[in-house]
C-alpha cells in the first residue's frame, strides 16, 4: 500500500497509519448555524476605555455576565475560567465556541486599528 502524500507545509511528522486529507465543504452561514443551548453573546468594541466586552445572555434576553478585557484571549480564557469554576453550561457546542475565538479576534483587529466598522456576525 503506498503511503499517503504529505502535505507540502508537513516537514519533520510522521503520518498515521490512519492518515488522511479531509475537504470540508464551505459553511454556510444561515443553513449549517446551531444555536448553543446554553447562552448566546453580544460583542461590543469600547473604543473609548480601549477594550473589548462581551455580554452573556440567556434566552430570556438577560445580560448574566459582562466580561471585559484588552485582547480576545484575556476574554475567552476570563469566560470559559468563569464558567468552568462556577460548574455552568454557557457554551456547549464547539462551533459557539469556535465562533466566539473568530469574532473577538476580528473585534481586537478592529481595536488596534482604530476602525470602527467592526460588527458581529
Do not use: T
Not at 3 to 9: I, Q
Amino acid at each position: 500500500m503506498a503511503e499517503p502524500e504529505r502535505p507540502g507545509w508537513v516537514k519533520d511528522k510522521k503520518l498515521a497509519k490512519d492518515f488522511e486529507v479531509i475537504a470540508c465543504k464551505p459553511y454556510n452561514d444561515y443553513l449549517d448555524h446551531k444555536n448553543d443551548d446554553g447562552c448566546y453573546v453580544l460583542i461590543k468594541v469600547d473604543y473609548e476605555f480601549r477594550e473589548l466586552q462581551v455580554a452573556v445572555c440567556n434566552y430570556q434576553h438577560e445580560i448574566l455576565k459582562v466580561f471585559k478585557g484588552k485582547q480576545a484571549q484575556d476574554l475567552y480564557d476570563g469566560i470559559f475560567e468563569y464558567e468552568k469554576k462556577n460548574n455552568l453550561e454557557w457554551f456547549n457546542q464547539k462551533q459557539h465556541i469556535a465562533y466566539l475565538g473568530k469574532e473577538l479576534k476580528k473585534a481586537e483587529i478592529a481595536l488596534a486599528l482604530g476602525n470602527s466598522g467592526y460588527y458581529q456576525e
